[in-house]
């Protein structure tokens, strides 16, 4: 239970910092998304998001889906 909690956090923790990266505000993701301001903070600070929205999120932002999971190649040309 433990990792999981850990795991949770560091995947909202990559959340907003590609968002930040990509810089872009809360409202414009969530504008871009085509959800609610409110909802959206919330994949930043409670709640993962959902599956239906992470390639969206990605292609937004311009991380890899392998990046946001897993924390490894940040951006789709970083072959690090």
């Known amino acids: 239970m433990r990792y999981s909690l850990q795991y949770r956090r560091a995947f909202l923790q990559r959340t907003a910092q590609a968002r930040q990266k990509a810089g872009k505000?809360?409202?414009?993701?969530?504008s871009l998304m085509q959800i609610?301001?409110?909802?959206?903070k919330q994949?930043?600070?409670r709640s993962p998001l959902p599956h239906h929205l992470?390639?969206?999120f990605c292609e937004l932002t311009g991380v890899t889906l392998d990046w946001l999971?897993?924390?490894?190649?940040?951006?789709?040309?970083d072959d690090r």
């Open 43 to 45: 994949y930043e600070v």
């Open 25 to 30: 505000t809360q409202r414009d993701m969530a």
């Open 54 to 56: 992470v390639r969206t």
């Open 69 to 77: 999971f897993t924390g490894k190649h940040f951006r789709r040309d």
């Open 36 to 40: 609610s301001q409110g909802l959206y």
